[in-house]
Every structure is written in C-alpha cells, then in structure tokens.
C-alpha cells in the first residue's frame, strides 16, 4: 500500500491532481446545498480548499501560486471575450456613473480601516493587511507589504507585524461579505431577478429598435418612378426593401428598382420606425409578400468565412453582385437590422432573401460552416493571453508611491481580450469561441483559482483565526467588506434606480473578486454583472493598490 500513501502524502503531479479534484469536487457538490434558501455555489470551492489545506492535504507552494495565477487568468480572459463586442456602448451608456460609484467603495473602505485604527488601537499596517483580505485584493497587501518594509527601515525584525495573516484571516470573508451583500440588497429590496434580467436587456436592446417587417402599397406620388435609393436617402431612419410585388411578379428589391405606383414593397425596419415608414411610402397593405414567395426564399446564413470578418455589410456589396437581401442580421441572442454600416462577426446569422442560385453563391462567401464555429481559435486565445500577461506586467510609475502600479495578471488579460474581441478582425484574429466553451473556460478558471487560495490559505487559517487576535482581524475585515458595499449598493439601488444585476458586478469589480462575479453570474440570465464588473476593474486596481500603500505612507 505503499503507492497509496505516496499519492496521498509525497508532494507528486499525481498527489496534486487528487487534492485538487477532491477539493472542485466537494466544493461544487457543497455549494448546490441551500442553507436557509442561499446556496454560495461554486463559490464554495474556496471553502473546501480551506478545509484540505487545514489538515495537510496540500502541494508544492510554486505550483499551486502556478495553478491559482493561471486559473485567474483563463477567468478574466473568457469574461473579457465574453462582454467585449457589447462592452463599449454600455461603457458609454453607464461607465461614468459606475465608476464613481467603485470609486467611492474604494474611499470609504480605506476611510473605514482609518477610523478603526483610531477607534481600537490596532496597528495600521496590520489593519492595512485585513483591509486588502476583506477586499480580495492581493496586489494591494503586496504594495502594502513593500510600503511597510520602506518605512520600517531600522526596526526589529521580531518588531515587525506579519500583516499578511490579517490579509489571510480576513479574505474568506472576503469573498462571502460580497456576496451576502448583494443578498441583503436583493432581500431588502425585494428584487426580482427575471424581471432586472429583462429590463436589462429592453435597456441594451430597446423594443422598439429591433427589427419588424411590414408590407406597404406605394400610393405616395413623390414616390412614384423613382428608385429605391432615391426614396431612401432622404429618409432619417434606416431601413430595407427586401421584395417588390410589380404586376403580379414577385421580384427581389435592389437599390436601383423603380417603384410604380400600386407596388407592394415588403420593408425591414426598426419597430418604433414603421408608422413613419408607411406614412412615407403609402399605406400598409394586407397582402403577406412572405407568403407569396414565388421563385424566392429566405435563408439564414452564418457567417463563418474569416474573410469576411470586421468588414461592413455595405463594402461586400452582395445585394448588387447577387441580387439577394439581408434584412436582419442574429447576433449573441439579439436581432439587428442589416445596415451597411454594420461589421460582420464570427457567428453571425444573415437573414437573406433571394432565388436559389443566389442563395447558394453568397453562401459560399459567407461561410455557413457550423463545423468551423466548433473549431477552437487557440491562437489569438493565447497571443491574447500573452499580450495581457505583458501589458499587466508593465509598471506605471506614480509620482510619491513608493512602489510602481500594475494592472496584473488579472487586469491585463481582462482588456486585451476586450479589444480582441471587439478588434481582432483588424489583425486577422478570429477569438470567437461558442457560449458553451467560453462557460467552460470561465468555470475551470474560477475553480482552480479558489481552489488555489483555499488550499494555500487553510495551513494557517484555523491558527490564526483561533489564536491571539484573529477573531477581532476577522470582524474588523467583515466591517471593511460590508459597509462600503451595502451604502453604495443601497444608494444605486434607491436613489440611482440602477439595474440590481449591475450593481452585483460594480460591487464584484470593487473588490476586484472574481469569485463573487462568478456568483452574479450564476444568478443572471443576463451579461449585465460582467460588463459592469469590466468597466470599473481597471480603475479600483489602480486605486486599490494606491489606498493600501497611502496608508501606511502617511500614518505610520
């Protein structure tokens, strides 16, 4: 039985392989369980990672800061491609606001340790060392760390306190404050999770924007004997023909097709725009022209051919080559209308119009391969990754910091895989992965990151906590975690009437905690806590790191 106690005790990949499948395991089967109707979900990895590291089932340190740093960032990276193509019109619809709410998380976390160093006496650099745990953020107790050490120049080294136990006591919480936090919002204010989902999603994508089709008699004069493009220049709102009925001949609309007057046109347009699109042409007829195909028919088409990507629907010029119509175009669950502005993206799905000919030549060019969607692109996947790795590298030098300011591995990876996805095509790199991978990604990354930390942290978890101040650290962290977090959270809510599913990923990216995304996330049906969380991360980074070592700077 030798065998069976070397893959248990000797520190092997096979030893660590185990430890880590038995903690996902017992962490994602624990966390279904409700305690009183809450469950933390895969969240609870991070508990079960404490309770093995708490009776010796661990690894190799190296490997293990490896695994949690890699885990991180295969987390971030999936959430970047994931939120990309949408995340620059939200930023600009609510990025402002947002901000300045993790801003102020941020200021009256770091007030908060303030206060209870004066209130209690603790030792600030210690306090500083609980504050970054109660906030997740191990960049920031690294510059503390290295501020405490530039100031303490002289000292004892038995004189100097080890702040990263308060960082470890304090971190669990940590995790488990955010997340109660967006429960207490939740059940104080009675909130409806389908029903944020939903007006989330009305917000991003209004009704009256998507497309509607709507047949109309030309009975307008100033229309009569001119062309398509004629008539639809002057217009204000977009919109497509896709059909003309002329003399009983059902016929394929281009740019250049007279209208006669009689004609039944069949027009794609935005909801809110067809009372103003019939107005403008005639009235609306009865007759159903998608009914009365004739020699034409409607397709929906992927677009999966890389030549095609980042390049906009009117450049192709497929209506003028083909004689088809795009009327609306599917993408990531949302109807568009098929502008020539609109720039083409891995996955998309053409709603074409045209004979059966034309239908086959323009799906050659556009692709239509499900196969090539389920091809994973693992190149631009890991030059982005690489790229990240670099740029959250870089030191951005603060003049009166002691120690320069990075983004990290989580920061870097989570902005390069933004603009690549949103930007990739430029490049000729295609990052689309289907919904069902990106998921897979993300989870295999959060477990093995709050494996990590668990397993990492339960060696001197329970000591600490039990011996000398680790119950004061912990309630002192609880503090620092949840009242910033349940003031902003109320006040977005309240007086902001912010959308819930985007306060639980502001208060997730407050405190740069990838495991209580995770949990947002598990709870929306919607994207909204991801972008949320991407539009504030890059900034409470920054301001993480520079609170943790302001300070110690100024009040050591």
């Not at 990216?509 to 598990?522: E, F, I």
Request: aromatic share 8%; net charge positive.
């Amino acid at each position: 039985m030798n065998w069976l106690h070397d893959l248990i005790f000797q520190e092997t990949v096979a030893h660590t392989i185990l430890i880590y499948c038995l903690v996902v395991v017992a962490g994602v089967f624990l966390g279904k369980i409700k305690f009183f109707g809450i469950s933390l979900g895969i969240t609870f990895v991070l508990f079960a990672g404490i309770t093995a590291g708490h009776f010796g089932l661990s690894a190799n340190h190296k490997v293990i800061e490896f695994i949690r740093d890699f885990g991180l960032i295969l987390f971030v990276f999936s959430i970047g491609l994931q939120v990309g193509p949408g995340f620059f019109s939200s930023f600009r619809k609510g990025g402002l606001s947002l901000n300045i709410l993790a801003m102020t998380i941020v200021l009256t976390g770091g007030l908060t340790t303030l206060i209870i160093h004066f209130i209690t006496g603790t030792s600030l650099p210690m306090l500083v060392g609980v504050m970054s745990g109660a906030v997740t953020n191990t960049p920031g107790l690294g510059a503390a760390q290295q501020a405490f050490a530039q100031v303490s120049e002289g000292m004892q080294a038995g004189d100097l306190p080890d702040i990263a136990l308060g960082y470890a006591v304090a971190y669990p919480f940590g995790v488990l404050g955010i997340i109660l936090s967006m429960l207490i919002v939740k059940k104080s204010l009675s909130v409806n999770l389908n029903e944020e989902a939903s007006r989330y999603n009305q917000l991003q994508n209004p009704t009256e924007n998507l497309p509607e089709k709507v047949s109309i008699q030309i009975t307008n004069p100033h229309i009569f004997n001119k062309t398509i493009s004629e008539t639809s220049d002057n217009l204000k709102f977009k919109m497509v023909v896709s059909r003309v009925l002329h003399n009983g001949e059902l016929n394929v609309a281009s740019s250049d097709t007279i209208l006669h007057e009689n004609d039944i046109i069949l027009v794609v347009t935005q909801k809110g725009k067809i009372t103003e699109v019939i107005s403008e042409f005639g009235t609306e007829s009865e007759m159903d022209l998608t009914a009365k195909s004739g020699r034409l028919i409607t397709r929906r088409i992927l677009v999966t051919n890389q030549d095609v990507f980042g390049k906009k629907l009117g450049s192709l010029r497929l209506r003028t080559k083909y004689n088809i119509n795009i009327t609306r175009v599917y993408r990531a669950g949302i109807e568009l209308l098929a502008s020539p502005q609109l720039r083409l993206q891995m996955g998309d799905r053409l709603t074409i119009v045209g004979d059966e000919k034309s239908m086959e030549t323009v799906t050659g060019q556009l692709g239509n391969s499900i196969k090539r969607l389920n091809e994973p692109n693992l190149v631009p996947i890991f030059l982005g990754i690489l790229a990240g790795v670099v740029i959250g590298s870089i030191p951005f030098h603060i003049p009166g910091i002691v120690n320069p300011i990075k983004l990290g591995l989580a920061g870097g990876p989570l902005i390069v895989a933004i603009l690549l996805s949103k930007y990739g095509y430029k490049f000729s790199l295609v990052s689309y992965t289907t919904p069902s991978a990106n998921l897979m990604i993300r989870e295999i990354g959060i477990v093995l990151f709050l494996a990590s930390v668990g397993i990492a942290s339960g060696e001197k978890f329970i000591s600490t906590l039990f011996s000398g101040d680790g119950f004061r650290w912990m309630g002192y962290g609880a503090i620092i975690t949840l009242f910033p977090l349940i003031i902003v959270g109320f006040v977005s809510r309240i007086f902001l009437k912010k959308n819930y599913l985007e306060i639980c990923g502001l208060l997730s990216g407050s405190m740069t905690d990838p495991p209580a995304l995770a949990y947002a996330n598990s709870i929306a049906q919607s994207e909204a806590p991801s972008v949320a969380y991407a539009t504030v991360y890059p900034l409470v980074m920054f301001l993480r790191i520079f609170i943790a070592q302001l300070l110690i700077l100024l009040f050591v």
